[in-house]
């Protein structure tokens, strides 16, 4: 939050977006502002969508591409108590039987917080509680309140390299493109892709050349990273690491 207020971008709060439709020269977005229960309609010349893996802009802007699209389920529980694992790093348990991608841990204000992730339409308490038991047995972990849980949708853009970067002038980053880095985390990807697209937005109005590739040329050491993430990943464990 304190980045977009610095930044100094206006900011249009408790919207879902509709649809959109691209004009040539401007593109024009219908929302749902929930506050005041109305419809508005925002113009812009760019487009760029932050939406996450599940992303309502890249459906609509290529139905077909969506289609070819596997998904996984990520679930975390977020526990008060303690355990034997380093609270300073990212743990990952890459043993097949705790997850059909992996499962993790790791401590974040004072809470244990461990998942693991399956493919969509499979169960995934009998990965997540044979991992429990063994967090138990083998790190000291002990449980007392639960205090959240969490849960997530993921694709196998990361690992195929099927990258959507956009269409005219819609940009896609983060997850919405294709980017999740194998350990664990995609806020470095959103982050580096996000100023990617700004720079190519940027570079296209000033030099009158086509942002989008410029976002592609701007992305490739960004997607060959990822790819190669999930394949020292899959070497690590020994196995696909995305078996969806």
Not at 30 to 44: A, L, P, S, W
Not at 73 to 91: I, M, R
Not at 140 to 167: A, H, P, S
Request: glycine content about 10%; some cysteine; hydrophobic content about 35%.
């Amino acid at each position: 939050y304190w980045l977009i207020k610095n930044s100094g971008a206006e900011v249009k709060d408790c919207c879902n977006l509709k649809g959109f439709k691209d004009y040539g020269n401007y593109i024009m977005l219908e929302c749902h502002d929930t506050c005041n229960n109305e419809t508005i309609h925002i113009r812009c010349e760019y487009l760029v969508s932050a939406e996450g893996s599940r992303s309502v802009i890249r459906e609509k802007l290529d139905p077909d591409f969506e289609k070819g699209t596997k998904w996984f389920v990520a679930y975390q529980n977020y526990y008060e108590g303690t355990s034997d694992l380093d609270p300073y790093f990212y743990h990952g348990f890459l043993e097949s039987q705790f997850g059909e991608v992996y499962a993790w841990f790791n401590v974040k204000d004072g809470l244990q917080i461990f998942g693991t992730a399956v493919r969509k339409g499979a169960k995934i308490y009998p990965y997540l509680s044979e991992y429990t038991k063994m967090l138990e047995n083998s790190f000291g972990l002990k449980l007392k309140k639960l205090v959240r849980k969490t849960g997530c949708l993921g694709n196998d853009m990361c690992t195929t390299g099927r990258f959507y970067l956009g269409k005219g002038k819609v940009l896609l980053v983060g997850e919405a493109a294709g980017f999740l880095n194998a350990f664990g985390e995609g806020i470095s990807c959103a982050l580096s892709t996000g100023l990617f697209a700004a720079e190519a937005i940027t570079k296209g109005i000033k030099s009158g050349n086509d942002a989008l590739a410029i976002h592609s040329e701007l992305t490739k050491v960004e997607r060959r990273q990822t790819k190669m993430s999930w394949k020292l990943g899959a070497k690590i464990a020994g196995r696909d690491l995305m078996p969806i």
